[in-house]
Every structure is written in structure tokens, then in C-alpha cells.
């Protein structure tokens, strides 16, 4: 690990602030969340609290403006802090599942890692909805029609459920037990992009579009076209989130 920054001011509670005497001068993504994170446990930062400025990050940790800025994505992703534009980033919470929950990846969370997501996704649920259209039922095929109906009409924490909802629906449709077990990294991973992307009304929208393709698909009992519907779903969805765009995953 790294040293210790000589020279790093206290701030005081008095003050409304808190102490960054002991962060370390780091080098990557992953030891800047961590030890924001350390903090966080250690209650030296608490929800309301308004971490340093950008410079003053940079100067404290020892890293470029990227750097810090890959590693504040990150901690905005683990619902850790808040950014706003124009105020700076604010402690958001101090949930143990949210401090916790995704310590295994985010320690990796870079752009690749994106990609790799994406490309995992794309190889394994294209896949998998080809394996439920020639398995699913008619039961399974109306909760899924119900569910893209519900859709159409749900605020954002309302479709990031009924997306979740969606998508397990179609990998218990392919009746293959194993799957589940290699998906529940993936869909956790995955969590933390649709939370980031999942409030635009506009890509919402997208999604459903793709879902009734999917579920059409699926209705036609066509493992082809199923398993072609969702590798474009995940394609726009990787290209607009990666470029920047609007884009529910």
C-alpha cells in the first residue's frame, strides 16, 4: 500500500467536516475506493459530509484528475456518495449492504470492465433466451407480457425492478439449473450500471422496445430470432452507455 501523505490537514467535526490525516497516497482506482470506503466505516465521514474538492483529492492521494475521477464513478455506482454538478460529492449513505455488497468488483471497476460486462452479457443471455424459446410456456410467456406491459407505465425504481424481473424470467424459462449460479456475478455487476443509467425516460423506453422484440421472439417460439433480440438489446445498450448516451442496461 501507500504511504502516508505528510502534511495532511485535520478538519474538525466542529467545523462540519473530517479528518483525511490518515488517507494514503495511492495509485489506482481501486485503493482511492477503498479507502474512501475506510472512512466511511470508520464513521470519519458521515452521510451529509462534503469530501474535499477535486485538487484537493488529487493532492491528497497523489493521483491525475482521471484517476480520481474513475474512482468517484465508482463510489457514485456503490450509492456511497452523491455528485452534483456545480457542489461537489456528498456522502449518500452509510447502509452496510451498500458499503459492502459490491466490495469484490468495484475494486476492479474500470472501463474495461465494462466491456468485459457487456460482452459476458451478450454471449450468455443471448444464449439463454434461445434456450428459453424452445422451453418456455404459456404461463411464463404472459408473465413476461405482463411484465413489459408494467413497464411501459413505471418510474425508475419501478422498471429497474420489473427489468431484473424480465430478464430472470427468461433464464428460468431456459430450464437449465446451472446458469443461475454463473449469472449471479453478472447480475450484480449489472445492478450497478442500471442504477446509474436507469432515469431517463427516453431510454426506458428503448428498453421496452427491445423487451417486446425479445418477447416476440419468444412467442414465436424461435430460439433464433430470441437469441438475436437480445444480443441487440445488450449491443444498444453497451453502445449508448459506453458513448455516453441515455441507455437502460
Do not use: W
Amino acid at each position: 500500500m501507500g504511504r502516508k501523505v505528510s502534511g495532511a490537514r485535520e478538519m474538525t467535526e466542529d467545523s462540519g467536516q473530517y479528518a483525511f490525516g490518515n488517507i494514503r497516497q495511492v495509485g489506482t482506482v481501486e485503493q482511492i475506493v477503498e479507502n474512501v470506503i475506510d472512512l466511511v466505516r470508520k464513521r470519519s465521514l458521515k452521510v451529509g459530509d462534503k469530501l474535499p474538492s477535486e485538487r484537493q483529492l488529487c493532492e491528497l492521494t497523489g493521483v491525475s484528475r482521471p484517476v480520481l475521477r474513475e474512482a468517484l464513478k465508482a463510489l457514485q455506482m456503490m450509492n456511497i456518495i452523491d455528485i452534483r454538478q456545480g457542489s461537489g460529492a456528498f456522502v449518500k449513505s452509510l447502509e452496510p449492504e451498500d458499503i459492502t455488497e459490491h466490495l469484490d468488483i468495484v475494486f476492479h471497476l474500470d472501463s474495461s470492465l465494462y466491456r468485459d460486462l457487456y460482452e459476458a452479457r451478450r454471449v450468455l443471455e443471448s444464449a439463454i433466451a434461445g434456450m428459453a424459446a424452445s422451453k418456455i410456456d404459456d404461463d411464463e410467456l404472459e408473465e413476461i407480457g405482463n411484465i413489459c406491459t408494467a413497464a411501459q407505465t413505471a418510474d425508475e425504481d419501478a422498471f429497474l425492478e420489473l427489468d431484473l424481473k424480465l430478464h430472470e424470467m427468461i433464464m428460468k424459462a431456459s430450464g437449465n439449473r446451472v446458469i443461475p449460479v454463473f449469472m449471479q456475478t453478472i447480475n450484480r455487476l449489472s445492478r450497478l450500471l442500471r442504477k446509474q443509467s436507469n432515469a431517463k425516460v427516453n431510454i426506458r423506453k428503448q428498453s421496452i422496445r427491445d423487451h417486446e422484440m425479445i418477447v416476440d421472439a419468444l412467442r414465436k417460439r424461435s430460439p433464433e430470432d430470441a437469441s438475436r433480440a437480445m444480443e441487440n438489446h445488450i449491443a444498444n445498450v453497451e453502445k449508448a452507455f459506453l458513448s455516453g448516451e441515455e441507455a437502460v442496461p
